[in-house]
């Protein structure tokens, strides 16, 4: 596609089961299909996506370049280029992004704040 960069890999994994309770830092790529309970932050240094799955929720703040949410969230989300929510996504708290990308069905209880 016309004017996409390269999308850095998927390196690390949550599974569906799984809880981590505390604060997670990442680089490159991050899915998540099980659950949360802290902040969840890329790594400034490096362009980062993170893939929050239908069956994964996060309690905490999200800090990422390009964030996929098709599951629940409790907290502002953070994203420094493209937010994009699938149908399913659940989002209480307010949301900063430069683009934006809502499918039909996503709910949001929060105010949208574009990024400068």
Do not use: C, W
């Amino acid at each position: 596609m016309f004017g996409k960069k390269a999308q850095p890999p998927i390196k690390s994994l949550i599974a569906q089961g799984s809880r981590i309770e505390g604060n997670l830092r990442f680089t490159d790529g991050l899915r998540v299909d099980g659950e949360v309970m802290g902040d969840v932050t890329a790594s400034p240094d490096s362009p980062s996506i993170l893939v929050i799955s239908e069956s994964a929720s996060v309690h905490g703040e999200i800090h990422a370049d390009h964030v996929i949410i098709n599951g629940s969230i409790r907290g502002p989300v953070h994203t420094r280029e493209l937010l994009e929510l699938q149908p399913k996504a659940r989002i209480d708290g307010d949301i900063y992004y430069r683009a934006l990308e809502m499918h039909q069905g996503a709910i949001i209880s929060g105010q949208l704040k574009p990024n400068p």
